[in-house]
Structures are given as structure tokens and as C-alpha cells.
């Protein structure tokens, strides 16, 4: 990213009126923290050039600004309309958008602009960025797609042979939406002997599993990795990962007895996932005292450079049973969009599936936009 940023910063000290180049610059600084100084520099040079943008450009400009304001539905109808001016030019940022909206349908039509329906792309970019599989393989998922995602998540893993992680979990995920479980060990086998173990791939696909009805599988799958705990070298002394099993299996007294115990808590910048995960674990077992003290601390950490608190803060809200809060919390922050994917995030959440699943407000949050 800083290597793309001075490329694009270059071009327009090389060409003042080439204003693709400085848009860039916004676009790849509105999303990244450690960039935040350019962005503020480089929006007050464009609104100085506004009258010199094409009609996409403006839209690119205000959805952009929006975007990174935190007015995301107003963002979302600026993308829309660069797509009624160029939409193979705007697919993959429309996609983008549209999933950090929820706009679920959108975000598939807009992805599937690219394809020729030969195998090939309209854009070449398509040959070389994982990020266009990612967000597309994303967006059917969550679209109830699965037969489109599964074929779309094998063309990945070809295209990708590199890539042994993200393209099979797409593809796991597409099989168990389908109910399709009978290739699954195989996967599971391959990240239990990778090393060091792929120890979350595996409780992240307990929890699509869980999501999608195949409990039963679940709970096989992860009371053997209870069992190498306890057995296997290589996964001794992963106490954060044995803790998530724990927590999935309902052993949430255990759970927390290794997040309290192995979490430093003294440290000036505690980790925020673990002063989380000691929070609900803490409230599951009837410690309501240190649930509240852990919010406390955890909403006194500085801003981190990805804005999770409140996602971490929802957790604890929904386990001390405070689940109208817990739902405002998620509510304001998913329609910051600060986090790309984010309701790909809580689709498949075991602690948010488990203590918020059925309730309605919840569903409501979950369920994709017009």
C-alpha cells in the first residue's frame, strides 16, 4: 500500500491535471489509518478541482468522502451512480460498497458485471487480485448463492494455486451451505497437519457448520481438536485457540479460567480481543462484576488502527443478556462500515449466533437490503 501510494502521488506531481491519480491517493488513504494525514491533505486539493472532474469522478470523489465520514448508505448511492455511467469501471468498487451496506444482491450483480461468461474478465485485473474472489465469494455466500459460490471458489483455487487458505475455506463454506459435508474431513485434515496447525480455519468452519444446522458435525469436529489439545505437540501452548473450542463446546468456565490466566492485562496496551474474550467469558459464567470491569477497559484502550471495539463490546453486551444494547452497538457501528465484510462477520459468530440468533432485532440487523 505505501509502495501504490507514492506511485499514485508521483503521477500527479508529474501530471497536476490527471486527476485519477490524486483520487487514488484518497480512496487508498480514506481506509487506512496510518495514511489518515495524506487523506486530509489530498481532500482539500480536489475540492479546490471539483470543477475540473468528469461527472465519475464526482461521484467517485463524494462516495469517497462519504464513505470515509461514515454516511455509508449516502456512499453507496454515489457508487450506484458511477455504475450507471461505467459499470465495468465501477464493479469492484460497487461490490465493495454494497457489502459494506449489505446490499447483498448488488454486491453479486455488480461482481458478475466482470465476467465475459467464457472464463475471461472484462478487466485484467481480475487475472492478478484475490480481493475481487474474496469480495465475490463473499457476496454469494451471504446471498444463499452456494452452487455459484462453490464454482466460483474452485475457479479461485485454480487461478490461485498458491493460495491454499482462503479459496478452499470459500469452497468449504459453499459445501456447507449445500449440505454437502462429505469433503470437509479432508479439509480439516489438511489444516490439522499444516505447520503450525491452521487452528482457526477449523473453529471457523465449526461455526458455519453451527450456523447452518449441522451441529452434530460441529461438535465432532471440535471435541477432536479438544483431544489434541491434549495430545498433539504442535498444539500445545495455543491457549487462545483451545479457549475458542472450549467456548463453542459450552466449557465457558474453562474458556475463561486460560483467557484470564494467559492474557496480561497490565500490560499500558492490552490485547483488545483477549480483554474481550475475558469479558464474555466472564459474563457466561455469572461474573457480571468483571464482565462490566473488562468493557470498561476495553472501551478505554486507545483507538486501535482497525476500529473493532464495538464489535468486542457487543460480545459482552449479548453475554450479560443486554441484547437491545448489544444490537445498537453493532447497529452504529455497521453503518460506519468500518470493517469491510462485517456482516459476513456475524453470519457465522458463534458467540453472536448463540446469544443473539433468534432475536429478532438481530435478524433484522442480518437480513440484506433492498
Known amino acids: 500500500h505505501q509502495e501504490a501510494l507514492e506511485h499514485f502521488q508521483r503521477a500527479g506531481e508529474l501530471d497536476p491535471s490527471y486527476l485519477a491519480a490524486p483520487l487514488r491517493v484518497m480512496a487508498l488513504a480514506s481506509t487506512r489509518f496510518q495514511f489518515r494525514q495524506q487523506y486530509d491533505s489530498i481532500l482539500s486539493f480536489l475540492e479546490t478541482s471539483r470543477h475540473r472532474m468528469t461527472r ?11 464513505s470515509a465520514e461514515g454516511q455509508q448508505e449516502l456512499a453507496y448511492r454515489e457508487f450506484l451512480a458511477m455504475a450507471e455511467i461505467s459499470p465495468l469501471h465501477a464493479a469492484s468498487g460497487l461490490t465493495e460498497m454494497a457489502l459494506m451496506t449489505n446490499h447483498i444482491e448488488t454486491a453479486i450483480r455488480a ?11 472484462h478487466e485484467s485485473f481480475v487475472d492478478f487480485w484475490p480481493g475481487y474472489w474474496s469480495m ?16 466460483t471458489a ?40 499444516a505447520r503450525p496447525p491452521r487452528l482457526q480455519a477449523i473453529w471457523d468452519l465449526a461455526d458455519e457448520l453451527w450456523v447452518h444446522g449441522h451441529r452434530n458435525k460441529a461438535r465432532a469436529i471440535l471435541e477432536e481438536e479438544v483431544r489434541r489439545f491434549e495430545t498433539d505437540s504442535a498444539y500445545m501452548g495455543r491457549f ?33 480481543w483477549g480483554v474481550a474474550r475475558i469479558g464474555f467469558s466472564a459474563a457466561l459464567t455469572g461474573d457480571t462484576a468483571q464482565a ?24 459482552i453486551a449479548a453475554a450479560l443478556g443486554e441484547k437491545d444494547r448489544a444490537v445498537r452497538i453493532l447497529t452504529e457501528w455497521a453503518g460506519r462500515g ?16 448463540s446469544l443473539l440468533g433468534d432475536y429478532p432485532p438481530f435478524q433484522e440487523l442480518m437480513r440484506p437490503k433492498g
Open 240 to 272: 487462545n485457540n483451545q479457549a475458542m473450542v472450549l467456548h463453542r463446546l459450552g466449557r465457558d468456565q474453562e474458556a475463561h479460567r486460560l483467557w484470564e490466566t494467559e492474557i496480561n492485562l497490565d500490560r499500558p496496551d492490552p490485547w483488545p
Open 338 to 353: 468500518a470493517v469491510l465484510f462485517w456482516v459476513n462477520n456475524l453470519h457465522r459468530d458463534f458467540t453472536f449466533q
Open 136 to 151: 465475490y465469494t463473499y457476496a454469494l455466500h451471504l446471498g444463499g448463492q452456494y452452487e455459484k459460490q462453490l464454482e
Open 111 to 121: 461482481a458478475g458485471w466482470l465476467e465475459l461468461g467464457d472464463g475471461g474478465f
Open 154 to 193: 474452485l475457479e479461485w483455487r485454480e487461478r490461485f494455486p498458491a493460495s491454499t487458505y482462503s479459496p478452499v475455506q470459500s469452497e468449504a463454506y459453499a459445501r456447507v451451505g449445500l449440505g454437502r459435508l462429505e469433503d470437509l474431513d479432508a479439509f480439516v485434515a489438511d489444516w490439522r497437519s
Open 292 to 315: 462490566r470491569e473488562m468493557e470498561r477497559l476495553l472501551m478505554s484502550l486507545p483507538e486501535p488502527q482497525q476500529p473493532y471495539t464495538p464489535f468486542l463490546q457487543a460480545k
Open 56 to 66: 465519475y469522478q464526482r461521484h467517485y470523489y463524494d462516495g469517497i468522502r462519504l
